[in-house]
């Protein structure tokens, strides 16, 4: 049964991922344009790693995140 669950909660934020990339890229953006020290880390993280800032990128991820949840649901649906 905690196949099914773990499945729905991969599922549901990379279908929002696979539909709408640009919001999260748009987020990535408002982050890195407030330049704020608290989030020092994650600053670095988004000038380190540019893919983080491509709705191309993000789509195709929300598209692999979403076949892996869906598999673990139908994993746990179809056992014996």
């Known amino acids: 049964m905690e196949m099914l669950f773990y499945g729905v909660l991969i599922t549901l934020p990379c279908i929002m991922m696979l539909l709408f990339p640009r919001r999260h890229v748009q987020a990535v953006e408002k982050r ?3 330049g ?6 994650e600053q670095r993280t988004y000038q ?3 893919y983080l800032r491509s709705a191309k990128a993000i789509r195709a991820l929300g598209a692999v995140g979403t ?5 673990f649901c139908l994993m746990q649906i179809f056992a014996k």
């Open 32 to 34: 890195i344009a407030a």
């Open 36 to 41: 704020d020290d608290r989030y020092f880390e």
């Open 48 to 50: 380190s790693y540019r």
């Open 67 to 71: 076949i892996c949840g869906v598999g």
